[in-house]
Antibody, heavy 119, light 107 residues
Framework: QVQLQESGPGLVKPSETLSVNCTVS????????WSWFRQPPGKGLEYIGY???????NYNPSLQSRVSISIDTSRTQFSLNVRAVTAADTAVYYC?????????????WGQGALVTVSS | DIQMTQSPSSVSASAGDRVTITCRAS??????LAWYQQKPGKGPKLMIF???RLQQGVPSRFSGSGSGTDFTLTISSLQPEDFATYFC?????????FGGGTKVEIK
């Protein structure tokens, strides 16, 4: 059974960089796309971007100038960085496995990591 | 971006009730529409894809219908474990977008 687990700092100061990692277990990290989403308190889900096992990426244009996603296949881990954060970046950050089958689907998700931006 | 409009935002129902949730896309998404269930403190769970195809392990009381821009999720007989929030997602193009969610609460 594929499992994903986020790990993050919990608290980040404004203007700093937010970093969250996702560790994949129970399955291969190759041949899939690995995605990040976030959900501000009481709000809906927002797509951040994905990284393919080859390292190619796609980002939401609304966040593209501040985000980067990378992958370490040897450690079956992928990571999200968000630069110059503000309170608006406070959210639960989720990682998910993405596949193309009748469209772009997210078939496995982590439990999420709450990151609060505050001084 | 494709906008996804979901309604209602919440519904109160009893076990055994039939519940229907609707989702509208701002443009034709070629029937690439998915539904997710989310429980508190958990990540979303894929329930239905391609409008009406059930993900493996999802009970048959869940069904999906629709085409083009208008879609529906139906739970035919609500069970205690179905009380959760449900989101629709357009799987057609990037950036992927979601409906605002429908919270199914116990009446």
């Amino acid at each position: 059974q594929v499992q994903l687990q986020e790990s993050g700092p919990g608290l980040v100061k404004p203007s700093e960089t937010l970093s969250v990692n996702c560790t994949v277990s129970g399955g291969t990290i190759r041949s899939y796309y690995w995605s990040w989403f976030r959900q501000p308190p009481g709000k809906g889900l927002e797509y951040i971007g994905y990284v393919y096992h080859s390292g190619s990426t796609n980002y939401n244009p609304s966040l593209q100038s501040r985000v980067s996603i990378s992958i370490d296949t040897s450690r079956t881990q992928f990571s999200l960085n968000v630069r110059a954060v503000t309170a608006a970046d406070t959210a639960v950050y989720y990682c998910a496995r993405q596949k193309f089958s009748y469209g772009y689907l997210l078939d496995y998700w982590g439990q999420g990591a709450l990151v609060t931006v505050s001084s | 971006d494709i906008q996804m409009t979901q309604s209602p935002s919440s519904v109160s129902a009893s076990a055994g009730d039939r519940v229907t949730i609707t989702c509208r896309a701002s443009q034709d998404i070629n029937d690439w529409l998915a539904w997710y269930q989310q429980k508190p403190g958990k990540g979303p769970k894929l329930m239905i894809f391609a409008v009406s195809r059930l993900q493996q392990g999802v009970p048959s009381r869940f069904s999906g219908s629709g085409s083009g821009t208008d879609f529906t999720l139906t739970i035919s007989s609500l069970q205690p474990e179905d009380f959760a929030t449900y989101f629709c997602q357009q799987a057609h193009s990037f950036p992927l977008t979601f409906g605002g969610g429908t919270k199914v609460e116990i009446k």
